[in-house]
T-cell receptor
Framework: GAGVSQTPSNKVTEKGKYVELRCDPI?????LYWYRQSLGQGPEFLIYFQGTGAADDSGLPNDRFFAVRPEGSVSTLKIQRTERGDSAVYLCASSSGQLGFNEQFFGPGTRLTVL | GDSVTQMEGPVTLSEEAFLTINCTYT??????LFWYVQYPGEGLQLLLK?????DKGSNKGFEATYRKETTSFHLEKGSVQVSDSAVYFCAFIRDGGSQGNLIFGKGTKLSVKP
């Protein structure tokens, strides 16, 4: 079946602009995760949804970052007043959300470049 | 704070060589430990895991043993293939931490030459 998809694959924007990044999880997966991967670094956790609610948003770096998942499926990561330091690959993952360990399945990422 | 330290790459090996990628972690309690792999042009994939001390995770010929006493989870493979060329990430979830909060190392790039 289809894996996790993310759009766009690449996004170039100017400093100060607003951007939205979309994630389509695997069908039926109730848990969804966002990570950010800067050049030469490992992925860094941002936020985790269980259904429609954010179960853990401790990784969001500041209030310019916000994520929603209104119907418990697709999620949008929103970044306001982008800064050059926001340039990174933004990864989305989903899992079945059942009790115990759930393997996270990752999408290909959105490469964000802030000029 | 909680963190993962893994050996820096790139690592270049000849086909059929033995592979070790070192990984140590800093965390309290008994975190769950993982190795993820990213093949060129693909998304991150779970390679193997271990959830308690002395557990050995294994998959596709790769192995790693959870060593609580040395806080390590080194990745090994006895005979690498060209198709193993990828970036390997060591990661953990804190003991009692939320499911989603994987903490990753910086990754180690492996290149295997024929």
């Amino acid at each position: 079946g289809a894996g996790v998809s993310q759009t766009p694959s690449n996004k170039v924007t100017e400093k100060g602009k607003y951007v939205e990044l979309r994630c389509d999880p695997i069908s039926g997966h109730t848990a969804l995760y966002w990570y950010r991967q800067s050049l030469g670094q490992g992925p860094e956790f941002l936020i985790y949804f269980q259904g429609t609610g954010a179960a853990d948003d401790s990784g969001l770096p500041n209030d310019r970052f916000f994520a929603v998942r209104p119907e418990g499926s697709v999620s949008t990561l929103k970044i306001q007043r982008t800064e050059r330091g926001d340039s990174a690959v933004y990864l989305c993952a989903s899992s079945s959300g059942q009790l115990g360990f759930n393997e996270q399945f990752f999408g290909p990422g959105t490469r964000l470049t802030v000029l | 704070g909680d963190s993962v330290t893994q050996m820096e790459g790139p690592v270049t090996l000849s086909e059929e060589a033995f592979l070790t990628i070192n990984c140590t972690y800093t965390a309290t309690g008994y975190p769950s430990l993982f190795w993820y792999v990213q093949y060129p042009g693909e998304g991150l994939q779970l390679l193997l895991k271990a959830t308690k001390a002395d557990d050995k995770g294994s998959n596709k010929g790769f192995e790693a043993t959870y060593r609580k006493e040395t806080t390590s989870f080194h990745l090994e493979k006895g005979s690498v293939q060209v198709s193993d060329s990828a970036v390997y990430f060591c990661a953990f979830i804190r003991d009692g931490g939320s499911q989603g909060n994987l903490i990753f190392g910086k990754g180690t790039k492996l290149s295997v030459k024929p």
